[in-house]
């Protein structure tokens, strides 16, 4: 089944403490992103990588860190939380020929950075 | 830069009542449009989608026509169901270059 998924699905955790989102893809998709999606403001794009190595900077992507070593994985590191990162963060995936095609998106990681 | 913009709602509606939710955009080129659906506690589902003028998207009694004139992809259903309730987000992609709208939350009662 193609899907995106994403680990944890929940985590609470205490600011400053350094965590890591994972997100896996099995649709060999070249590109990848991050948002985080908050009441009234909708979904922003944090990071987003076009493929292995090629990362870049979305609309918010102050506190946050990613990687992209292999075409599959998009991790997404927060190095230092603080609580204005509590959100619901989703990845997602598409291919890049033809740049007509949609995004998968993952279930979403509820953080709360207390 | 490209925008896409939507009615925010809420928007409750009777079950069987008619569905529009507004959604226009602007964009430098023309771009690929389209509508997602999330349900409570779920990611983004794409609901249907149009790649060029004129085209028109459906998806499960759900749909859309590109209208270039207008810029416009305003999403319509005939008769809500209450399985219907979810919040619905109006996106474009040119190039590498994703937007989403607010996104519209829809209640349908029974």
């Known amino acids: 089944e193609a899907q995106v998924t994403q680990n944890p699905r929940y985590l609470i955790t205490v600011t400053g403490k350094k965590l890591t989102v994972t997100c896996s893809q099995n649709?060999?998709?070249?590109?990848m992103s991050w948002y985080r999606q908050d009441p009234g403001l909708g979904l922003r794009q944090i990071y987003y990588?076009?493929?292995?190595?090629?990362?870049d900077k979305g609309d918010v992507p102050e506190g946050y860190k990613v990687s992209r070593k292999e075409k599959r994985n998009f991790p997404l590191i927060l190095e230092s939380p603080s609580p204005n990162q509590t959100s619901l963060y989703f990845c997602?995936?598409?291919?890049?020929?033809?740049?007509?095609?949609?995004?998968?998106f993952g279930p979403g990681t509820r953080l709360t950075v207390l | 830069g490209d925008s896409v913009t939507q009615m925010e709602g809420p928007v409750t509606l009777s079950e069987e009542a008619f569905l529009t939710i507004n959604c226009t955009y602007t964009?430098?080129?023309?771009?690929?449009l389209f509508w997602y659906v999330q349900y409570p506690g779920e990611g983004l589902q794409l609901l249907l989608k149009?790649?060029?003028?004129?085209d028109k998207g459906s998806n499960k009694g759900f749909e859309a026509t590109y209208r270039k004139e207008t810029t416009s992809f305003h999403l319509e259903k005939g008769s809500v169901q209450v399985s219907d309730s979810a919040v619905y987000f109006c996106?474009?992609?040119?190039?590498?270059?994703?937007?989403f709208g607010p996104g519209t939350r829809l209640s349908v009662l029974p």
């Open positions: 996106a474009l992609r040119y190039g590498q270059n994703f937007v």
């Open positions: 964009a430098t080129g023309y771009p690929s």
């Open positions: 990588s076009m493929n292995v190595e090629v990362t």
């Open positions: 997602a995936s598409t291919s890049v020929p033809g740049l007509v095609n949609e995004q998968f």
């Open positions: 149009a790649t060029k003028a004129d």
């Open positions: 649709m060999n998709h070249e590109y």
